[in-house]
């Protein structure tokens, strides 16, 4: 059983997270220190490179009598004068690289517990790339075995079971799920450092996919040995919330730089590409004219700032909601980056679960490859819902404002497949940008309709897609009234029966529910569609408008995906919130620290049951 309850979500884009593990906000890069030759103390790291976590070997610590003693009598963290999350490795990667290690896995983990670890990993069986499928599950059963052993010896000490697989995907998922089920606090994905060294990076992200799926996705994924900043950007959009780096002083000892689109040697630079604090304090020359130890310190302290400062880069595209664009973007600076990115568009299906309805940033355009997003994925299955008709145009946006009269039933050429006329405001088919323009063209004879026939096919149709067919007849039928904004002229707030049932956004042309809208569709829909199901103690809350957290869901809709609308019903089913889901049912059903849904009213508070006319 795990000790903690996992990681706080604090920002999402797709698999992509931005979260919160004791004190440590994710992703982030945990450099490697090695004790017997510190190349930049963590005290530095922290304060000059803004590092919040670094990573140790026990094993090393563990076979040198001094370090051993110091460590059992001081700490971790004394000895190594670091006050953040301090994670430790388990001599796996020596066994790998040496063939054995002098130390048992109860030896190791009780070791890691007597130092003080924050997080402590088992002695996990290291697969190589050509293991045969009956190595790697010899391998995979062991790691289980020593993983349920090391729960006994842990102590609070929070424990990394490392899932590992090779390059055999139902093996990876095999190891996801068995260490899942035994329950550790943190997973790191190992096995991938011969993978990485050869460039194998369609490999990688496999292994990260298959993984993934399997895992519980509250809590973090570390992968183990991935410190090149050329590779982050992948690894995070695919969910990866740890990364640990020895790169950054390796490389450095080679004379080599990282920089985000690869690696140079010191001897073939002579610009340099981008800004860099410690670069910039001396000539090239100079550098390399230095004695040895001082220029890997120096190298070391630029691949470090490098490393990090990609990171900060994620971080901003996790929180502007582009992580697609930008590791899109990034893809393009090696063609096997590239090959694995392409990769990754073949589980568009699997991805879609995480995709939100819509983002704060319009939909870039960078490529074929970006036609095959999972959002893209998405809009076509979701146009299936709207009856194929016969007059086809080709327009430039805003669509209907550019028609003198506005034809019945028309569907528009669009990079995203034909999509009707009325859906021209939704997300990403409003807020998008391609690299060319559409021409203005017709085809075939139309009736046309009036603007006020077109809105009320409007909001059906955006109901439609957004709820699920038949959804715009259950929220719009009555006396229905429109109301536009006085500035835009766009669609705002829809009346029925003086009631309020639900607004349009303006940012993506969605619509958010009022609680007589939820009313409408909880007796439209019937069985788990649309709703998140909670205890009644929390229901008791949310009733009044309070958020639901999702250590209170019982069920949900596996429909809904993170930004949707959703109903709220206590466990028989009665409606008692309306508001915005952050997760989609696999994560609410896991996670056990945050919010699920933003309650926007309780059946208890409705915010504005009567509109004033
Ligand atoms: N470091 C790099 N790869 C691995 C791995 O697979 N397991 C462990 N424990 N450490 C690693």
Redesign the pocket.
């Known amino acids: 059983m795990s000790l903690d309850e996992g990681l706080e979500l604090k920002h999402r884009d797709g698999l992509a997270r931005i979260a919160k593990f004791h004190g440590v906000e994710t992703p982030t890069l945990m450099p490697v220190v090695n004790p017997n030759l510190v190349v930049i103390s963590p005290r530095e790291m922290r304060a000059n490179y803004g590092v919040q976590a670094i990573i140790t070997n026990s094993y090393i610590i563990w076979k040198n009598r001094n370090l051993r003693e110091k460590a059992l009598e001081e700490g971790l963290h004394r000895m190594l004068d670091f006050d953040g999350l301090i994670m430790t ?2 001599g ?2 020596q066994s790998y690289v040496y063939g054995d290690v002098e130390i048992t896995n109860s030896q190791i983990v009780s070791f890691q517990r007597d130092i003080n670890s924050d997080i402590g ?1 088992i002695l ?1 069986i ?1 697969v190589e790339p050509d293991f045969t499928e009956d190595m790697v599950i010899n391998a995979i059963k062991e790691t289980a075995q020593r993983g349920k052993e090391a729960l006994e010896y842990r102590g609070e000490m929070l424990l990394a079971g ?1 899932v ?1 697989g090779g390059i055999y995907p139902h093996l990876r998922e095999e190891a996801a799920k068995i260490m899942t089920s035994i329950g550790f606090d943190y997973y ?1 994905i ?4 011969p993978l990485m060294e050869d460039y194998r990076y369609r490999e990688v992200v496999e292994s990260i996919i298959h993984a993934k799926m399997y895992l519980d996705p509250s809590r973090p994924v570390h992968l ?2 991935g410190g090149h900043p050329m590779f982050f950007p992948l690894a995070v959009l695919l969910g990866v919330d740890f990364f640990d780096s020895a790169s950054y002083v390796k490389y450095a000892r080679d004379d080599r730089l990282l920089f985000p689109h690869g690696t140079r040697h010191l001897s073939e630079i002579k610009y340099v590409p981008y800004y860099s604090p410690v670069l910039e304090k001396y000539d090239l020359r100079e550098i390399r004219e230095m004695e040895k130890k001082e220029r890997t310190a120096i190298l070391a302290r630029h691949n470090l700032y490098v490393s990090m400062r990609e990171m900060s880069r994620i971080k901003q595209a996790i929180h502007e909601e582009s992580m697609w664009e930008y590791a899109e973007s990034r893809a393009r600076e090696h063609p096997r980056l590239l090959e694995a990115y392409r990769a990754v568009l073949k589980y568009s299906r699997y991805l879609e679960k995480f995709e939100s309805i819509s983002r704060k940033s319009a939909f870039f355009y960078t490529g074929p490859e970006s036609l095959k997003r999972p959002i893209v994925h998405r809009v076509k299955m979701r146009l299936r819902r709207f009856p194929r008709r016969s007059v086809v145009l080709s327009l430039p946006r805003p669509w209907s404002a550019n028609l003198e009269k506005i034809p019945a039933g028309a569907r528009v050429h669009t990079p995203f497949g034909l999509v009707p006329l009325e859906l021209e405001d939704i997300y990403p088919v409003q807020q998008s940008e391609f690299p060319w323009n559409e021409e203005k063209m017709m085809v075939g004879e139309y009736e046309s309709i009036t603007r006020e026939e077109f809105d009320i096919h409007k909001i059906k149709s955006v109901a439609d897609y957004q709820f699920g067919k038949g959804a715009g007849e259950a929220l719009f039928n009555g006396d229905v009234r429109i109301i536009k904004s006085k500035n835009t002229g766009k669609i705002r707030n829809i009346i029925v029966d003086r009631e309020h049932v639900a607004s349009m956004r303006a940012e993506d042309g969605f619509f958010t529910l009022r609680i007589h809208g939820a009313m409408r569709l909880h007796r439209k829909f019937k069985g788990r569609r649309l709703r998140v199901m909670v205890t009644d103690d929390s229901a008791e809350f949310n009733r009044t408008g309070k958020n639901v957290f999702a250590k209170f869901v019982l069920d949900m809709d596996p429909a809904l995906r993170p930004g949707d609308e959703v109903l709220v019903v206590d466990s028989r089913n009665n409606l008692v919130a309306v508001g915005r889901t952050l997760l989609n049912r696999f994560e609410a059903l896991h996670f056990q620290r945050g919010m699920c849904v933003k309650v926007r009213e309780g059946v208890d508070n409705p915010k504005s049951s009567l509109v004033e006319m």
């Not at 190992?190 to 450092?193: A, D, F, M, T």
Request: aromatic share 18%.
């Open positions: 490795d388990s796996t990667f990993t996990d290291f490392p590992q790191p190992g096995g991938v450092v183990f040995g």
